[in-house]
Nanobody, 123 residues
Framework: QVQLVESGGGLVQAGGSLRLSCAAS????????IGWFRQAPGKEREFVAA????????DYADSVKGRFTISRDNAKNTAYLQMNSLKPEDTAVYYC????????????????WGQGTQVTVSS
């Protein structure tokens, strides 16, 4: 069973950048697809990005395409979400999640979740 810990959130002005990290332990990281999701106050959790087990495939929500980049380093048991050109509507708690073996955008396929990291974008 894998444990996930997110870091890198914070307060940033619109147009700025942040890089989130998702550190994994307790499992074989390379056997999991990794997804990033977010939840804003009063809204449902939504898919942001996903990367396949070896990093060869990625997928993004339309709202972040061209601004966010998901990646992973299996040697470091860590996944990343580089967020550029941030907008106030990107404000949310960001969660990373692990899925095996499916590469998917659907939250219900992800069995393991981190505790989340807050991202706040000021206008």
């Amino acid at each position: 069973q894998v444990q996930l810990v997110e870091s890198g959130g914070g307060l940033v002005q619109a147009g700025g950048s942040l890089r989130l990290s998702c550190a994994a332990s307790g499992g074989t990281f390379s056997t999991y697809s990794i997804g990033w999701f977010r939840q804003a106050p009063g809204k449902e959790r939504e898919f942001v990005a996903a990367v396949s087990r070896r990093g060869g495939s990625t997928d993004y929500a339309d709202s972040v395409k061209g601004r966010f980049t998901i990646s992973r380093d299996n040697a470091k048991n860590t996944a990343y979400l580089q967020m550029n050109s941030l907008k106030p509507e990107d404000t949310a708690v960001y969660y990373c999640a692990a899925s095996t073996p499916v590469f998917t955008t659907a939250a219900y396929n992800y069995a393991y979740w981190g505790q989340g990291t807050q991202v706040t974008v000021s206008s």
